[in-house]
């Protein structure tokens, strides 16, 4: 029982990260185009989609033209959501670049050493 159960937390947690990697390489997508690009049943896909909307990762990107039914809504990542930031230090320089999810720089900055901390570490044998 217990194993069945870690199980499907594994599953959904995969599920998840499938949705979103699905959403971060084609968006704006439906819930139906994701089922099919990922073989995945729609319940699966609802719940992964309410997840990422509930953590702020995920956002509506307006809606679809109706083939009959109730028009599709599109998803897409939430760039303002999480950000990285990667360093570079090469004294006495230090490069910092600030990126969204979508890994695309959003600001970068660049630093040198003041001569005195330089002159210290070296007193130091740093």
Same mark, same amino acid.
């Given at each position: 029982?217990?194993?069945?159960?870690?199980?499907?937390?594994?599953?959904?947690?995969?599920?998840?990260?499938?949705?979103?990697?699905?959403?971060?390489?084609?968006?704006?997508?439906?819930?139906?185009?994701?089922?099919?690009? &990922? @073989?995945?049943?729609?319940?699966?896909?609802?719940?992964?989609?309410?997840? =990422?909307? *509930?953590?702020? #990762? /995920?956002?509506?990107?307006?809606?679809?033209?109706?083939?009959?039914?109730?028009?599709?809504?599109?998803?897409? &990542? @939430?760039?303002?959501?999480?950000?990285?930031?990667?360093?570079?230090?090469? =004294?006495? *320089?230090?490069? #910092? /670049?600030?990126?969204?999810?979508?890994?695309?720089?959003?600001?970068?900055?660049?630093?040198?050493?003041?001569?005195?901390?330089?002159?210290?570490?070296?007193?130091?044998?740093?």
């Amino acid at each position: 029982m217990l194993q069945t159960a870690r199980n499907q937390q594994r599953q959904r947690a995969t599920s998840l990260i499938r949705v979103f990697l699905a959403l971060k390489a084609n968006s704006p997508s439906t819930k139906n185009d994701i089922c099919v690009c &990922l @073989n995945l049943s729609r319940p699966t896909v609802d719940r992964a989609i309410t997840t =990422l909307l *509930e953590r702020g #990762l /995920v956002e509506r990107d307006g809606h679809g033209p109706s083939e009959g039914g109730r028009r599709p809504v599109f998803y897409k &990542l @939430n760039e303002q959501a999480r950000y990285a930031i990667g360093g570079d230090l090469e =004294l006495p *320089e230090l490069n #910092l /670049v600030l990126c969204g999810l979508e890994g695309m720089p959003i600001a970068s900055k660049g630093f040198i050493e003041p001569q005195s901390f330089t002159e210290r570490r070296v007193q130091m044998g740093v």
